[in-house]
């Protein structure tokens, strides 16, 4: 049995991690109702984005394909799912409660947990709020506990309980400050301690404390929930299919938000001052340096902000994903400009955000990435003997929550992927497979079985050690 892979899907076990690098500089048009029609005429179903210039004010527009343009999709008026970019606002309401004085951020967070938790790392030193905002603290991508009933509302189940018992099992690997490494637990976990502090669920102290004060709640404001009625917007895998809703319990924080384009734009204005408004002190201590590990050389962290510098200017950005949208955001906080991207489908939109952020960065030439694909997928496939085929199958990990199961059946290999559906793989070489239906590669190691192997795909490495036999 085979089926078809959404393109991206297996990179994505959870939300997106962000996709962070401006291309070269290249000149390009920046009429942004053009950039938007020829985008969604190469790729994707539905785009709004909008860029906030130096003097604070707005431009916003929309493009759709197939049915799903500006009269379904608006900028304005419809809410998409931002994934990953949720964490800023869980940043800038941790900055808040800080300059409340409810909190420091080198407190432990174990003040905050129920009675008899306590979250230490290796050498027993306390995780603190500012290791969790900052990605350092050693807190897995995902709790370890984490198994989804319905692989496509991946967070729906996990509530409390499961929340607790993640606690209670988590067993650290590694000193705070060592690495950055990116946890969507990390963030769902703090968006659950500062509701259990204020007594109330976190969407209403989301609403209290920073969307009410940025214009942004209300009954058709930014929420955690579902959009419902008008403002509802369907989701797409990178194929266009449907795909359902992302739901959420207790790792909210993580991932919940959704936002129209004028509202993360609005959001966009208040973090770079445009204009004054209640949370601006806030906003600046969410902005700064508070690390300088962040998933690349040269980039540091805020808290939840990736910081890098580009072309002698200071740069803040976060990506969002999920499995039917996209999302990027970029703030240069240098020329007190933003630019952002949102798509309802699974499509790379990082470069777009930049360039509506800075005009002479360069955007993706999507034509080049398919005559590449194509050249890919079209290579020859060698045969393999039993011997060979057989020291490859079984079952890798990338991390307790997210497998790859490599079966053989016969002469034919099949690939699967936690909560992804089966497909087809290809012989390279002895120790390489690739697969038709997307552009990916994995290299095993030498061996019989072999003890592991890394996935190339869209210019990224990921190592995935044998868990098992098939």
């Known amino acids: 049995m085979s089926s078809s892979l959404p393109r991206r899907r297996l990179l994505h076990a959870a939300l997106a991690s962000p996709l962070l690098a401006l291309p070269p500089a290249q000149a390009q048009p920046n009429r942004l109702q053009d950039l938007l029609d020829e985008r969604v005429r190469l790729e994707g179903m539905g785009l709004a984005a909008a860029q906030v210039l130096e003097d604070g004010t707005l431009q916003l527009s929309a493009a759709g394909r197939s049915g799903v343009g500006e ?13 990953s970019i949720t964490k800023p606002f869980i940043g800038l309401l941790l900055a808040d409660a800080v300059l409340r004085g409810e909190l420091k951020l080198d407190d432990p967070l174990e003040a905050s947990l129920p009675e008899g938790l306590a979250l230490r790392d290796s050498a027993g030193q306390p995780l603190r709020w500012v290791d969790v905002a900052t990605h350092r603290s050693g807190l897995p991508r995902l709790p370890s506990n984490w198994e989804p009933a319905n692989p496509l509302d991946p967070y729906a189940d996990f509530g409390d309980p499961q929340m607790l018992a993640a606690l209670r099992a988590f067993q650290p690997k590694r000193r705070r400050d060592e690495a950055f490494e990116y946890s969507n ?236 559906g089966e497909f087809e793989l290809f012989a390279k070489s002895e120790r390489q497979l690739f697969a038709r239906v997307t552009p990916l590669e994995m290299h095993f190691d030498a061996g019989s079985p072999s003890a592991a192997f890394t996935l190339l795909q869209g210019g990224g490495k990921l190592r995935f050690v044998r868990e098992s036999a098939p």
């Open 185 to 420: 637990f990390g963030y769902g976990l703090m968006g659950w301690l500062l509701a259990r502090r204020a007594q109330q669920p976190l969407g209403r102290l989301l609403d209290v404390r920073v969307l009410e004060p940025l214009g942004l709640g209300g009954p058709q404001g930014m929420s955690l929930r579902p959009a419902e009625g008008p403002a509802a917007v369907q989701g797409h895998d990178a194929q266009g299919k449907p795909t359902p809703a992302w739901t959420f319990d207790a790792l909210a924080g993580a991932g919940a938000l959704r936002a129209s384009a004028a509202q993360l734009a609005r959001f966009a204005q208040a973090m770079l001052g445009h204009p004054a408004h209640p949370l601006r002190d806030a906003a600046q201590l969410a902005l700064q340096v508070h690390s300088a590990l962040g998933p690349r050389p040269g980039m540091a962290m805020g808290l939840a902000w990736m910081r890098l510098q580009h072309a002698g200017r200071d740069i803040a950005t976060h990506d969002g994903g999920t499995f039917g949208f996209s999302s990027s955001l970029w703030l240069d906080l240098t020329k007190r400009r933003a630019g952002l991207a949102l798509a309802n489908a699974q499509v790379v939109v990082t470069d777009l955000a930049g360039h509506l952020t800075d005009p002479a960065a360069r955007l993706r030439d999507i034509a080049a990435e398919r005559r590449a694909a194509e050249q890919a997928l079209a290579q020859p496939a060698q045969t393999l003997s039993d011997e060979q085929l057989a020291a490859l199958a079984g079952v890798y990990a990338l991390n307790p929550q997210f497998k790859v199961t490599v079966r053989v059946e016969g002469q034919r290999v099949f690939g699967q992927a936690t909560g992804q």
């Open 71 to 83: 009269a379904l999709l608006t900028p304005d008026r419809h809410r998409l799912e931002i994934g």
